[in-house]
Nanobody
């Protein structure tokens, strides 16, 4: 299981860092994904990273979000800058060890992931 945390209520333009604790799982190769789901909308990817590759970001967040990892803690982070009201959603992290070569965009679908965190609410108030 993954443990996502770090959400909260912030103002427009503020920053947040979400954490995804994967210490209960160890994979040599993996794809880690961050997704979000706003009320009444489908779950959408915001950032994904395949082990050994650079992160890939959704166009709506590119330049404002940054993925990172603390290997010693096996914890993944999503640094969120310049938050907007449209960033309001429940944010989830997910991971899979079924790693395929080819386009990273394959992993933009939630269906590619076998393990999910419980979600953390991010609310951006104007």
């Amino acid at each position: 299981q993954l443990q996502a945390s770090g959400g909260g209520l912030v103002q427009v333009g503020d920053s947040l860092r979400l954490s995804c604790d994967a210490s209960g799982r160890t994979f040599n190769t993996f794809v880690i994904g961050w997704f979000r789901q706003a009320p009444g909308k489908e779950r959408e990817f915001v950032a994904i990273r395949r082990s050994g590759d650079s992160p890939y970001y959704a166009a709506s967040v590119k330049g404002r979000l940054t993925m990172s990892r603390d290997g010693a803690k096996n914890t993944f982070y999503l640094q969120m800058e310049s938050l907007k009201p449209e960033d309001t959603a429940v944010y989830y992290c997910a991971i899979t060890n079924r790693v395929l070569a080819g386009s990273i965009y394959y992993y933009s679908s939630p269906a590619r992931y076998s393990v999910w965190g419980q979600g953390t609410q991010v609310t951006v108030s104007s």
